[in-house]
């Protein structure tokens, strides 16, 4: 088992930035593909970025190419989300999820456990 706690999220203006923390305990966090989605107030969950458990590969949606950076630190076992540029459309529930055979997949139902989410509100 291997349990998610993210952190960071909070209100903040058009144009700013966040940072996201994943961390996770239980199992070994350094096999695992980590990735962020995020869903919005009638939306479906949608994949936001990925990390490979080297964290070699990295990957983005369209959305957020050039404006988030997703980083981990096998060490400390947590993941992190570097959201700048910040759009209201970037306001939803984020939420981290691991998969254990260290596959990036963009189907949330592919992952094996995920956080409770943290809320990310942007104000225009």
């Known amino acids: 088992q291997v349990q998610l706690v993210e952190s960071g999220g909070g209100l903040v203006q058009a144009g700013g930035s966040l940072r996201l923390s994943c961390a996770a305990s239980g199992r070994t966090f350094g096999g695992y593909a980590m990735t962020w989605f995020r869903q919005a107030p009638g939306k479906e969950r949608e994949f936001v970025a990925a990390?490979?458990?080297?964290?070699?590969?990295?990957d983005y949606a369209d959305s957020v190419k050039g404006r988030f950076t997703i980083s981990r630190d096998n060490a400390k076992s947590t993941v992190y989300l570097q959201m700048n540029s910040l759009e209201p459309e970037d306001t939803a529930v984020y939420y981290c999820?691991?998969?254990?055979?260290?596959?990036?997949?963009?189907?949330?139902?592919?992952?094996?456990?995920w956080g409770q989410g943290t809320q990310v509100t942007v104000s225009s």
């Open positions: 990390i490979s458990w080297s964290g070699v590969r990295t």
């Open positions: 999820a691991a998969e254990s055979s260290g596959t990036i997949y963009y189907t949330p139902s592919r992952y094996d456990y």
